[in-house]
């Protein structure tokens, strides 16, 4: 039994990845997560393909905001890319993640933008 916090979230990240698939007409909406930044992408499993994607790196209007509101930031450009796709709703993939503080908030801005989760 592995007790560090990797292996832990590759054991939950592999318990939702198996019921989770993202396709052509309901792709998955990943999130990604580092110390300094937060990513998300719009993928298509079924095809491999990325079809949107939207980070807080290199963004102006997130350099002197808190993380979670740069993660909300972050939900609120997903959700104007995807929608520009038409895509109008995504399976949330929270990638191992717990469901609270900036994963949370990305989804709340996501939903807040338009798309639904």
């Known amino acids: ?7 832990r979230r590759a054991k939950i990240k592999k318990r939702i990845r198996k019921n989770l698939t993202g ?3 309901l792709p998955r909406l990943t999130v990604y997560r580092s110390n300094k930044q937060i990513y998300a992408q719009v ?13 807080s790196q290199g963004v102006k209007e997130c350099e002197n905001l808190p993380k979670i509101e740069q ?20 399976k949330f993939d929270r990638n191992g993640y717990l469901y609270h503080g900036r994963v949370k908030s990305l989804a709340d801005g996501a939903r807040e933008g338009g798309l639904k989760l």
């Open 1 to 7: 039994m592995a007790f560090n916090k990797i292996a």
């Open 23 to 25: 396709t052509e007409t």
């Open 71 to 90: 993660a909300k930031f972050v939900g609120k450009l997903i959700a104007e890319k995807a929608i520009k796709a038409n895509i109008e709703a995504v």
């Open 43 to 55: 993928i298509n499993d079924l095809k491999g393909e990325t079809i949107v994607s939207a980070s």
